[in-house]
Nanobody
Framework: QVQLVESGGGLVQAGGSLRLSCAAS????????MGWFRQAPGKEREFVAT????????YYADSVKGRFTISRDNAKNTVYLQMNNLKPEDTAVYYC???????????????????WGQGTQVTVSS
């Protein structure tokens, strides 16, 4: 059973930056695509970004394209989400997820992911 632990969330002013990390408990995740999702109060969980096992196939939601960067360090079993130029509408709980069945291209659909972290709160003040 893979465990994912997110960190790096917090309170930041609009225009600021945060870097989220997602550390995996098992080495096997280096063969999985990884994704970041978020859920704001009263809203459904939404896709943010995904990266494949090699790190060479990446997709972003339109709402974060150009501001967020997903990356991974397979030597550390860790995935990152660099968030720049944050906006109040980015406020949400951010979740890391692992898709064991998709190695070469990640999905934007949450139900394809098999393992989820507990989430980390990101709050952007105006």
């Amino acid at each position: 059973q893979v465990q994912l632990v997110e960190s790096g969330g917090g309170l930041v002013q609009a225009g600021g930056s945060l870097r989220l990390s997602c550390a995996a408990s098992e080495r096997a995740v280096i063969f999985y695509s990884m994704g970041w999702f978020r859920q704001a109060p009263g809203k459904e969980r939404e896709f943010v970004a995904t990266i494949n096992s090699n790190g060479d196939v990446i997709y972003y939601a339109d709402s974060v394209k150009g501001r967020f960067t997903i990356s991974r360090d397979n030597a550390k079993n860790t995935v990152y989400l660099q968030m720049n130029n944050l906006k109040p509408e980015d406020t949400a709980v951010y979740y890391c997820a692992a898709d064991r069945d998709n190695r070469y291209s990640g999905s934007s659909v949450d139900y394809t992911y098999d393992y989820w972290g507990q989430g980390t709160q990101v709050t952007v003040s105006s």
